[in-house]
């Protein structure tokens, strides 16, 4: 213990450089000490603004590292809007139902069970009537579209190809986005189902296995891809789940969940505003 809070003191100048600070954290997060998950959280800021999603997800990946964020949330003294849905997943998929109870009081608790879903499913259909939509701001869509979805999904060109590319989808379906996006494990393809990954040094990862030889294998998440030696599984368990984690809309007002379906439904790209 007084070793891995000598080393999280030493790297701290190496977290506040921009240049260096991601692989620093994910050295570090190798280590598994509360100490590590303070140097994180109270650097988190120092990252660049696309690198904060990666860092979190560190964070969520050990039952430590998780307890500490929990905390800082509890006070008030880390913004819960740089918690994800797939962030949510991870700590729920860590199975401890203390840490799933605090995390639920402070960010918000995702509808797991169907019935829960239908419901939710159902009144975003009476909110989302077609004068909403056609008021909706599709540029400021765009922008959420870009901060949570465009990590693992493509449209009109713009984005990662994780998961379907989205430009020839069944967009125009406001009952087939709301399903997939609410749902998303109702129906889930062979080619896209979750893994669960527990590494020998004790990390859980919760993704979608991208690519896979003969020494590594590459696990992607909308928060994080990362690329791990087959050597280094302690486990690896195949899922009937979506790795698209229910709950991204959670953290969205009905104006932004306005916005984001409308530019979901557009026929065309459109700006960011």
Not at 45 to 61: I, T
Not at 138 to 150: E, P, W
Request: hydrophobic share 45%; proline share 4%.
């Amino acid at each position: 213990a007084a070793v891995a809070a000598r080393l999280a003191a030493a790297a701290r100048p190496l977290i506040g450089d921009a240049r260096v600070n991601l692989a620093a954290a994910e050295s570090l997060a190798t280590i598994e000490h509360a100490d590590v998950a303070r140097v994180l959280i109270d650097n988190h800021g120092r990252f660049r603004w696309p690198l904060r999603a990666s860092v979190v997800s560190l964070l969520c990946a050990r039952e430590t590292f998780a307890t500490a964020l929990i905390e800082r949330l509890e006070q008030g003294k880390f913004d819960k809007a740089a918690i994800n849905a797939s962030h949510v997943r991870s700590i729920v998929s860590l199975g401890n139902e203390d840490l799933t109870r605090r995390l639920e009081a402070v960010w918000g608790r995702v509808r797991e069970t169907p019935g829960e879903r239908r419901d939710e499913i159902a009144r975003l259909k009476s909110m989302l009537t077609p004068a909403r939509l056609r008021d909706a701001d599709v540029h400021a869509g765009r922008a959420l579209f870009d901060r949570s979805c465009a990590a693992c999904h493509r449209m009109f060109g713009n984005g990662e190809t994780v998961g379907p590319d989205l430009t020839g989808a069944q967009r125009g379906s406001l009952e087939y986005l709301l399903g997939n996006i609410v749902d998303p494990d109702a129906v889930v393809g062979a080619d896209y189902r979750a893994t669960k990954i527990l590494t020998d040094d004790g990390r859980l990862l919760v993704g979608l296995v991208t690519s896979r030889n003969r020494r590594t294998l590459t696990i992607a998440s909308a928060a994080r891809t990362e690329t791990i030696s087959l050597d280094d599984i302690e486990e690896e368990l195949a899922t009937e789940i979506s790795p698209m984690p229910s709950g991204l809309l959670q953290p969205l007002s009905d104006d932004e969940i306005a916005n984001l379906i409308g530019y979901l439904q557009s026929p065309m790209q459109v700006s960011v505003k």
